[in-house]
């Protein structure tokens, strides 16, 4: 039940203490003990690994923080080094881009994002993620140009009606005055 536990650790805690019930440091101080935990166990996947610390830092309190950081980027340099299958390296550098992301190191995310295009049998998924952290600048040239990349690289039908619908999304919300590229995309086959 790892990804119940850790992909819901905000939520299970919330539903179990107040914010601002005594009970709740207690609480959050086991929860994230059993957390690290799983992200030593290395019976369990890499991905699972990582969003077991994604949940440590989304429970942590701002002093924490630093010290999960160094975690992530440990974490994420130690996997992207290790992971030789193309298929796991796939589901485990998208999970920890959004582990670092999380962390808020949005970055080291794009980084790490960046250093394994080339290393992808399906780059389009990272270049999504890269669009919605540009998204998340403020910086909407890049998240649209990096939609755009996404789409472009995509392959397969409902693939590219997935890419091609994000792309779509983000002009729509980024650029909506640009009427001719929304037209051209929403109408083309």
Do not use: C
């Amino acid at each position: 039940h790892v990804d119940v536990l850790a992909g819901n650790a905000k939520e299970i805690v919330g539903a179990l203490a107040a914010a601002d019930a005594p009970e709740r440091a207690p609480l959050v101080a086991a929860y994230d003990a059993a957390l690290a935990k799983l992200q030593t166990d290395a019976t369990l996947s890499r991905a699972d690994r990582l969003v077991a610390l994604v949940a440590r830092v989304q429970l942590a309190g701002k002093d924490r923080l630093p010290a999960l950081q160094a975690d992530a980027r440990e974490l994420a340099a130690r996997f992207d080094r290790d992971i030789t299958d193309g298929y796991e390296r796939q589901a485990v550098i998208t999970t920890a881009s959004w582990m670092l992301e999380e962390a808020g190191l949005l970055d080291e995310a794009d980084g790490l994002l960046k250093a394994n295009l080339a290393k992808s049998h399906s780059p389009y998924y990272l270049m999504s993620d890269l669009a919605d952290n540009a998204k998340k600048r403020g910086d909407a040239a890049a998240a649209i140009d990096w939609a755009a990349q996404a789409f472009e690289k995509s392959e397969g039908a409902a693939t590219r009606l997935q890419w091609g619908t994000g792309y779509l999304r983000m002009l729509v919300e980024l650029a909506p005055k640009d009427a001719a590229r929304i037209f051209d995309l929403a109408s083309a086959k």
